[in-house]
């Protein structure tokens, strides 16, 4: 899976030092460099990304102050790995529900660490969903998901036993909240890799799991041809390994 980055941090060779660190992680993509608090409260809201790296001292503002910021205009809060020069605000962090907390210049070895310490937190959380419709607030479990179907510029979420629910989000903005095993294969359709019973390539379609009691076959979903490619390399993939 590929994560998205921010780097907040008013010092040009600490900013660089971080850039090349992270250089060699193909998976985590950077998407925006903040040098002020005020910057960087705009990029996290505006860009959503995953983690944020922030330097604790910003000229004279300080680093806390923009997770105090952002915590109250969203919910969703990006993991936040904090970068100094001073030991002195280990503790800090800590108690401010920082992920993990990194010394200036960068060792590599805590960065390994820092990374993988992100990836396990964010894939426990990725055991369900929050899906706003109508009603009010649902929480869904990834494993209860079939498929999801457009619906002009909504969506239906096709779960176990046959039951769905409507929500007024894009497949698109569904798709960017999903994690691994759902899979794009079609303009109109996300599947849970792990309800597939069957692929055909040939016939660009494939065959989950769940019964339809309606037409009493195995739900048939097609593949359209700007994701097959994709499909192939990654359903395969995960199917083999």
Request: aromatic share 10%.
């Amino acid at each position: 899976m590929n994560y998205n980055y921010i780097i907040v941090e008013d010092n040009l060779g600490s900013l660089q030092n971080l850039q090349v660190s992270l250089k060699s992680y193909k998976n985590f993509k950077e998407i925006g460099i903040a040098n002020t608090l005020s910057q960087g409260i705009s990029l996290v809201l505006s860009a959503k990304p995953h983690i944020v790296f922030l330097d604790v001292q910003l000229g004279d503002e300080n680093g806390f102050d923009l997770i105090k910021e952002i915590r109250q205009f969203t919910s969703e809060m990006p993991f936040i790995i904090m970068t100094t020069d001073f030991d002195k605000y280990a503790k800090k962090a800590v108690n401010h529900d920082v992920l993990y907390f990194l010394d200036k210049p960068i060792d590599p070895d805590e960065l390994v660490i820092a990374l993988h310490k992100f990836e396990k937190r964010f894939l426990e959380l990725q055991n369900h969903i929050t899906i706003k419709n109508t009603e009010g607030h649902f929480f869904m479990q990834l494993e209860d998901i079939n498929y999801i179907q457009s619906d002009n510029n909504c969506c239906r979420i096709f779960k176990k036993e046959n039951t769905q629910m409507f929500v007024t989000k894009t497949l698109k903005e569904i798709e960017s909240i999903l994690p691994f095993p759902f899979i794009r294969i079609h303009k109109s359709y996300i599947v849970n890799a792990k309800h597939i019973q069957m692929l055909n390539t040939a016939k660009k379609m494939l065959k989950l799991n769940t019964f339809n009691t309606v037409t009493n076959e195995f739900i048939e979903l097609p593949i359209s041809d700007l994701y097959m490619e994709n499909v192939k390399q990654t359903l395969l993939t995960a199917k083999t390994n």
